[in-house]
Nanobody, 115 residues
Framework: QVQLVESGGGLVQAGGSLRLSCAASGSIFSINAMGWYRQAPGKQRELVANNLRGGTTNYADSVKGRFTISRDNAKNTVYLQMNSLKPEDTAVYYC?????????WGQGTQVTVSS
């Protein structure tokens, strides 16, 4: 069994910053990709960023230049540094870990950006 525990969400004013963390624990042999998704009210869940095991990163166009994903393989942890936050970044953020043969999801953490 694998658990993902997220932290770091909260309320911030537009232009501010937050750092999300997600630690994976349990029966883990090797984690492939780790990433972050988000879901705003009334919208579909969307990929924010991911980090492949080899180091390749991918970002949604809407967050490029503002968000940075990183991971610590020794700690099985992925981070999302979010700068220059906008009200449209308000959503529940979910971390993911691809551990063969499936993708695991965290419980979600709320990020609210006030204007």
């Amino acid at each position: 069994q694998v658990q993902l525990v997220e932290s770091g969400g909260g309320l911030v004013q537009a232009g501010g910053s937050l750092r999300l963390s997600c630690a994976a624990s349990g029966s883990i042999f090797s984690i492939n990709a780790m990433g972050w998704y988000r879901q705003a009210p009334g919208k579909q869940r969307e990929l924010v960023a991911n980090n492949l095991r080899g180091g390749t990163t991918n970002y949604a166009d809407s967050v490029k230049g503002r968000f940075t994903i990183s991971r610590d393989n020794a700690k099985n942890t992925v981070y999302l540094q979010m700068n220059s936050l906008k009200p449209e970044d308000t959503a529940v953020y979910y971390c993911t870990a691809d551990i063969f043969p499936r993708r695991y999801w965290g419980q979600g953490t709320q990020v609210t950006v006030s204007s």
